[in-house]
T-cell receptor, first 116, second 109 residues
Framework: KAGVTQTPRYLIKTRGQQVTLSCSPISGHRSVSWYQQTPGQGLQFLFE???????NKGNFPGRFSGRQFSNSRSEMNVSTLELGDSALYLC???????????????FGPGTRLTVT | DAKTTQPPSMDCAEGRAANLPCNHSTISGNEYVYWYRQIHSQGPQYIIHGLKNNETNEMASLIITEDRKSSTLILPHATLRDTAVYYCIVPSKEGNLIFGKGTKLSVKP
């Protein structure tokens, strides 16, 4: 079974621009979560989607948004990019929504975003 | 904040068992413990999870103390490819993974 895929793998943007990242979950998985990883803050939860609905959201500004499509694929968008948004953005998929019976999450390789 | 405490780093000789401890003294009765690892610049990899009983899969064993305040992840025969940061996680009440700093395991030849 194919794993979680994320595109693009690397991206360079300038301050003020916006960016859209894409995630395709494992076939049959309906929950998609997004995380940001930086050297200073570590891995931080952004949001979770299930059945095209955002179920949980982390402590990030409104510039960070996402959506999920009917085929469970998900996108996240960051508007008005700041230097501090430079990070590895990780997507994870699981069978179902949380906090129901523990569904382990499977992570993609991430998108490395550099903001200059 | 993360609900777990782990040592920042550990070394292990190749071929020996790696025992990674984790304290989760505030865990409640229905909260699971998850372990993930992250090899440099890759996405985290799920290893194992458990509630009360010890668990074993093809990757590792998870030993949870009877009072559930701590657990140990055991890699029975560590290889160089097991060098990674290992995260012990008790999810939030919403079920979100809250990553701490983890334990950096270095497997040495």
């Amino acid at each position: 079974k194919a794993g979680v895929t994320q595109t693009p793998r690397y991206l360079i943007k300038t301050r003020g621009q916006q960016v859209t990242l894409s995630c395709s979950p494992i076939s049959g998985h309906r929950s998609v979560s997004w995380y940001q990883q930086t050297p200073g803050q570590g891995l931080q939860f952004l949001f979770e989607y299930f059945s095209e609905t955002q179920r949980n959201k982390g402590n990030f500004p409104g510039r960070f948004s996402g959506r999920q499509f009917s085929n469970s694929r998900s996108e996240m968008n960051v508007s008005t990019l700041e230097l501090g948004d430079s990070a590895l953005y990780l997507c994870a998929s699981s069978l179902g929504p949380r906090p129901n019976p523990p569904y382990e999450q499977y992570f993609g390789p991430g998108t490395r975003l550099t903001v200059t | 904040d993360a609900k777990t405490t782990q040592p920042p780093s550990m070394d292990c000789a190749e071929g020996r068992a790696a025992n990674l401890p984790c304290n989760h003294s505030t865990i409640s009765g229905n909260e699971y413990v998850y372990w993930y690892r992250q090899i440099h610049s890759q996405g985290p990899q799920y290893i194992i999870h458990g509630l009360k009983n010890n668990e074993t899969n093809e990757m590792a064993s998870l030993i949870i103390t009877e009072d559930r305040k701590s657990s140990t992840l055991i890699l029975p025969h560590a290889t160089l490819r097991d060098t990674a940061v290992y995260y012990c996680i008790v999810p939030s009440k919403e079920g979100n993974l809250i990553f701490g700093k983890g334990t950096k395991l270095s497997v040495k030849p």
